[in-house]
């Protein structure tokens, strides 16, 4: 494996820099794994089932918190990316999940939510880690676009979970990676998407 450093890995250091640093200090703090290599011709994210609780039409915001929300605070943070490791600025990223006792929102738009990737690729998300439910491990649902290109629909999932072993829907490669920041949860995930 080469030690010259990979367009994601400078990437994911810059935006973990200069993203974190912003926020509270406890995530500022708080160690990631390295992003994987980028090699061109990477293979694109895999598909997930929407499932029965997407709402169209959500609104814009990169904060799914509210004044008073239970649950623990997580973020997320990652890049939206082309098969050719390009970053991919103006992606439509569309977030859902369930509350923290496994509930989703049916009614309005409570944390549901979409976001634009700014011109590096970079998205960011503010929430709460999800709660399990019947037959389904802890999971964040998402669809992505790059300007032009196919919608991505799939889901995040959580490592350490006992119930990913049982949920025929889990899949290893769609899991984030994920640190502990003192009560928060840091969490990162790279897209990997068509271009348009």
Known sequence: MSDTPTRRTILAG???ATSLLGLDRSFAQVPIGATPECHDADA???RETEGPFFKPASPQRTELL???????????????LSRHCKPLGGALLDFWHADDKG????SG??????QFSDADGRYRLRTIVPGA??????HIHVKVQAKGGRVLTTQLYFPGELKNRSDGLFR???LMRTADASGSLAARFNFV???G
């Not at 004044?67 to 997580?74: C, L, N």
């Not at 738009?109 to 979409?114: A, I, K, S, V």
């Not at 439910?133 to 802890?138: A, N």
């Open 66 to 80: 509210e004044a008073g929300m239970a649950g623990q605070p997580m973020e997320l943070v990652g890049f939206v």
């Open 14 to 16: 810059t935006f973990a």
């Open 103 to 106: 509930d989703y929102d049916k």
């Open 172 to 174: 290893r490669e769609l």
């Open 133 to 138: 439910y019947e037959g389904r491990t802890r």
């Open 193 to 195: 998407v068509e271009a």
């Open 44 to 46: 694109m994210t895999p």
């Open 109 to 114: 738009f409570r944390l549901r939510g979409h």
